[in-house]
């Protein structure tokens, strides 16, 4: 265990205001709070509406709604990111204080165009480096943070030699690595489009929000190296790590406003919190509760036990 690990358990669900709660967000949300109460914690809710052309107004007030009718009250008053962005700026200078990051003038169409090392996974495209070494007379567009290189000094990030291979472990879904230098990149912070990147946000918020805990969909998994990474170069803590099965649709596509996600029915909470259940694969005692409290409570129970059937995990990655 880390010394994190020690401290006051603090988690948090996270929702971008993208759409209505729907039954994908309302399992993550689930599981956080359950995690948060079956360790006696404290539960926040962060509205994460950085990424302003994604954004549906009205859409975070109706989330927080959402989850109050479905008994889901976050501990203290949430937090809007939007209102934040200071604390990525500074975050961003003292990256650029130490040398994690450094401007890049390219285009996504250079990037495409650059086939010498690219590799392409799902729409992906990994950054061969080309403004690390300057930008050779073009304007700079974003921010982005440096990854090792595998070649990078053996051992700086502490793992079997090759710096850029990050491992961690993840409660639910047992031990996790990724290579940061041949599956991810240099990663952008600040787009060329003035917006914050959700990766640097994050990491952000959770270390000044004191986040002990991160309990969220597996569709995160793939993010949590670089957020690992990022965490190590602003010297901050990292979490330990929950990433719940995604829910997806009839075709196998993970649920979203997207791939048409209903709306959640506020007139019927216990029907949906129940399913969210049956779906982190909870083994309640009573399969029609009477009230909200009386779900809570055989929840609460039933994620204890489901948590003493998960890999114990070494946190220190
Ligand atoms: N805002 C992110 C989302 O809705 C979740 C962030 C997180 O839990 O780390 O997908």
Redesign the pocket.
């Known amino acids: 265990m880390n010394s994190t690990a020690a401290a006051p358990y603090r988690g948090r669900f996270?929702?971008?205001p993208t759409g209505p709660l729907h039954f994908g967000s309302l399992v993550s949300a689930l599981a956080s709070w359950l995690d948060a109460r079956a360790h006696g914690g404290t539960w926040l809710v962060r509205i994460?509406d950085i990424d302003g052309p994604r954004t549906v107004p009205g859409a975070a007030q109706d989330i927080l709604a959402t989850l109050g009718h479905y008994g889901l009250h976050a501990d203290e008053t949430p937090v809007w990111q939007s209102a934040r962005v200071d604390r990525y700026r500074a975050a961003l200078d003292r990256l650029i204080a130490a040398g994690h990051v450094y401007p890049c003038g390219c285009t996504r169409k250079e990037i495409a165009d650059s086939q010498l090392r690219l590799h392409q996974r799902n729409t992906t495209l990994i950054y061969p480096g080309t403004c690390r070494g300057g930008l050779h007379g073009k304007p700079a567009r974003a921010w982005r943070l440096r990854v090792p290189d595998d070649d990078d000094e053996p051992g700086r990030a502490g793992i079997g030699g090759n710096p850029a291979l990050i491992r961690f472990g993840d409660r639910w879904q047992g031990p996790q690595q990724q290579d940061l230098a041949t599956e991810v990149g240099d990663l952008v912070l600040l787009r060329a489009d003035g917006q914050w990147a959700?990766q640097l946000a994050?990491v952000v918020d959770d270390a000044g929000q004191g986040i002990t805990h991160?309990v969220?969909g597996a569709d995160?998994l793939d993010s949590t190296a670089r957020q690992i990474w990022l965490q190590r170069c602003l010297g901050v803590p990292t979490p330990a790590w929950l990433h719940v099965p995604v829910v997806t649709n009839a075709e196998g596509e993970k649920l979203s406003k997207q791939t048409g996600a209903q709306a959640l029915d506020t007139a019927r909470p216990l029907d949906a919190l129940l399913a969210a259940a049956r779906h982190l694969g909870l083994d309640l005692q009573d399969p029609a509760p009477a009230s909200l409290a009386a779900f809570q409570a055989d929840a609460i129970d039933a994620w204890r036990r489901k948590l003493a059937q998960l890999p114990v995990i070494n946190q220190k990655s």
């Open positions: 996270a929702p971008s994460e959700y994050v991160v969220r995160l």
